[in-house]
């Protein structure tokens, strides 16, 4: 089959069925709420089937998004020949992979497990709010954050895990949220940067001058972001803090000397559209909290990491990637509030709630009909990490 029609036809109607599974879910448990019932368990047959359907077309990838032959090979490599292709590794993550190797599963199965790991977070972290699983669907089928997670193996975990976590941080639970940081860490050592974010929601925010407040820091961030020259006098200052964390060996790409070739001018839809779909939420976040989600003790939490991923993202954007990743673990948060405000923008009646709602639909759902294009545009064949190939045909 051609690679774009393959494309279109899984990522569309991937997103297709699982918005209608969660959109059944969420209906079923309106109906049992309004006659007195209880709500749907996470075991529903709805989100069993939904999150099935994830792994199943995850598992039957292959060559689809950036790393997947890093992933592959390592896991090959191990099963073939009991050799790392890659030695720095996490231990909880080498441990999982060599047992998996050894144990003879094929790769599909290797993959299934991790996607398993990650969507079976989030529907848990969602449990609650199932009325946001249709959007979620469509956003992440239909938008980049497939790819990206698909991509990003280990790190998509980590955000998926930390979007669960954030019921931790509603309930001041401390001392669990920092054992399951350094679980997180045995898989990518990035999540150390999770303990800090323990207190964003816990800092005071008078809440009559949040939303100008937000719309301001964001813009100071979009500018700054678009002229990083600041950061070379900066990371002259970060060597040793580099080494901690472990990115020593990347360091040498972010020296004085070194750091103005790394920049790359960014300002196109990739970077528009989720700004636009922050601002729009932003916008309407006051609303939201007190009508369609009153009394939502996640939304909070939600909209503050999803003010300091657009803000920090929208920093270092113009500089390398291996800069932008601290940032990323809180991209499930940032979906997730565009799914809170997609919600809440669908069920209003207002004129403006509708050309709101519009805006951010194409912002969201874009990309892979964009993407697709742009491949077709300039020949694009099997390399192309965002077309979707699979190993079955």
Not at 54 to 78: E, K
Not at 112 to 119: D, L, S, V
Not at 319 to 325: F, G, I, M
Not at 339 to 359: E, G, I, M, P, V
Request: aromatic share 20%; with cysteine.
């Amino acid at each position: 089959m051609n690679d774009f029609v393959l494309t279109l036809v899984v990522y569309d109607c991937t997103a297709m069925l699982m918005a209608v599974l969660g959109w059944h879910v969420a209906c079923r448990e309106r109906k049992a709420r309004l006659a007195g019932g209880h709500e749907l368990p996470f075991g529903s047959w709805e989100m069993v089937l939904a999150m099935l359907v994830y792994i199943a077309v995850s598992a039957a990838r292959w060559l689809t998004s950036w790393d997947y032959n890093m992933y592959y090979n390592y896991f090959v490599s191990m099963q073939s020949l009991g050799e790392y292709s890659r030695e720095n590794f996490e231990p909880g993550f080498t441990g999982l992979t060599m047992l998996m190797a050894r144990s003879g599963m094929h790769f599909a199965i290797y993959f299934a497990f991790w996607a398993t790991a990650q969507i079976v977070l989030i529907f848990y972290a969602l449990r609650h709010r199932k009325v946001l699983l249709p959007w979620l669907a469509l956003c992440v089928f239909l938008g980049p954050y497939y790819i990206f997670w698909m991509g990003f193996v280990r790190q998509s975990v980590v955000e998926a895990l930390f979007l669960l976590m954030i019921e931790l941080i509603v309930r001041r639970k401390f001392w669990i949220y920092l054992a399951l940081c350094l679980v997180a860490a045995m898989l990518h050592k990035m999540a150390v940067l999770l303990l800090p974010l323990y207190f964003v929601p816990l800092i005071p925010f008078r809440f009559k001058v949040r939303r100008w407040m937000s719309l301001v820091l964001i813009a100071i961030c979009v500018i700054l972001g678009s002229y990083p020259i600041w950061i070379r006098a900066l990371f002259d200052q970060l060597g040793q803090l580099a080494g901690l964390l472990g990115y020593d060996h990347y360091y040498r790409l972010f020296s004085s000397h070194n750091v103005e070739y790394a920049f790359r001018p960014v300002m196109g839809p990739a970077r528009l559209c989720p700004l636009l779909c922050c601002l729009v939420s932003i916008w309407y976040y006051p609303e939201m909290r007190d009508t369609t989600y009153a009394g939502d003790r996640l939304l909070p939490a939600t909209y503050r990491f999803s003010l300091v991923y657009m803000g920090y993202i929208s920093l270092f954007i113009n500089t390398t990637q291996y800069l932008t990743r601290p940032g990323e673990l809180m991209r499930t948060c940032f979906v997730v509030m565009v799914c809170y405000t997609l919600n809440h923008l669908w069920r209003r009646r207002q004129w403006h709630h509708w050309l709101a709602f519009s805006l951010m639909a194409v912002c969201s759902f874009y990309y892979v009909f964009y993407e697709v294009y742009k491949a077709w545009r300039s020949g694009g064949s099997i390399f192309v990490p965002e077309l979707y190939h699979t190993f079955l045909f």
